[in-house]
């Protein structure tokens, strides 16, 4: 299984490169196959030259710009989303506030057959450290508020650090989000659409470069939008998005053929979209089962 990288940066020339290159490491000596893809979300400073240097330093990383959309974390990781060239897509944030070690823990899980894997910052394993304690207040409120409305066990499904086989992906459009609500649209699609999940504890530390691009006043009733959005078709659709246990069990056995890779794992250039052949790829990716 390949995992791509999906990580949205704005302004993140000061945190970018630590990120990646701790990403490479981890997952270089873990021996895990991938791509790490950074969108380049509208920066205004030197974030694309790093971005540069990193592509030609590791095979396995390029990045693109978000053309088509306005800026915007949403927009930026939706064309990280419809760029992905793996069978699973982990979101990592630019600032360097997820542990990579996580990512593994991640990559293994989704090997064991699970759709989905959350992480939770809030359990007694987790570490978090300079987490700003207004945000954190206004975090437990909103969680234990989705918690409610779902009944869910997971606790921090705002947390942006989630891992998606392709198939949720695709089972998850559309995607409606346009900003920092992705974080619950994804999760919250996956859960009540009926893909497995798992989850895992998992450590954050605070940014140590830049600002944090989430604005609490802007996002509140986005938020609120999305999570009632998703509540209603829970609710009201009677199923009609739900993945079928028919389908479930009607998983092709083998593996679609990966796309090819060099031995250090890192993808290769995929043929260009005028290519007749791109997409009989995504139909076969949309398709391939569960992990063994």
């Not at 009201?236 to 739900?242: E, H, I, T, V």
Request: glycine letters at 6%.
């Amino acid at each position: 299984m390949i995992l791509s990288i999906v990580i949205p940066a704005h302004n993140e020339e000061g945190s970018i490169r630590e990120t990646v290159e701790n990403l490479e490491a981890c997952l270089t000596e873990h021996g895990i196959p991938r791509e790490i893809i950074v969108v380049n979300d509208h920066s205004t400073d030197g974030t694309a030259a790093v971005l540069s240097d990193l592509a030609t330093a590791h095979e396995s990383v390029r990045w693109i710009d978000n053309t088509r959309y306005p800026g915007g974390f949403g927009y930026a990781v939706r064309t990280g989303l419809e760029d992905f060239r793996g069978d699973a897509a982990c979101i990592v944030m630019a600032d360097s506030s997820d542990d990579p070690a996580d990512v593994v823990v991640y990559y293994q899980k989704l090997e064991e057959g699970y759709d989905c894997v959350f992480g939770s910052r809030f359990t007694p394993k987790s570490r978090v450290s300079n987490y700003p304690v207004h945000k954190l207040v206004l975090n437990r409120i909103a969680n234990l508020f989705i918690r409610m409305l779902f009944c869910l066990s997971l606790n921090d499904t705002t947390n942006a650090f989630k891992c998606y086989h392709r198939r949720v992906i695709e089972g998850v459009q559309p995607i409606l989000s346009c900003h920092f609500n992705l974080t619950v649209e994804l999760p919250l699609k996956a859960v009540v659409r009926g893909f497995k999940y798992t989850v895992v504890p998992i450590n954050w530390y605070g940014r140590k470069s830049g600002v944090s691009k989430l604005k609490i006043k802007e996002m509140g009733s986005r938020y609120l939008f999305i999570v009632l959005y998703v509540l209603l078709e829970k609710w009201l659709s009677r199923g009609d998005y739900r993945l079928q246990k028919e389908e479930g069990q009607q998983r092709i056995q083998s593996r679609c053929a990966s796309p090819a890779r060099t031995k250090t794992g890192a993808l290769l250039p995929v043929p260009s979209t005028s290519s007749p052949g791109i997409s009989v790829s995504l139909t076969l990716a949309a398709v391939t089962p569960r992990a063994a």
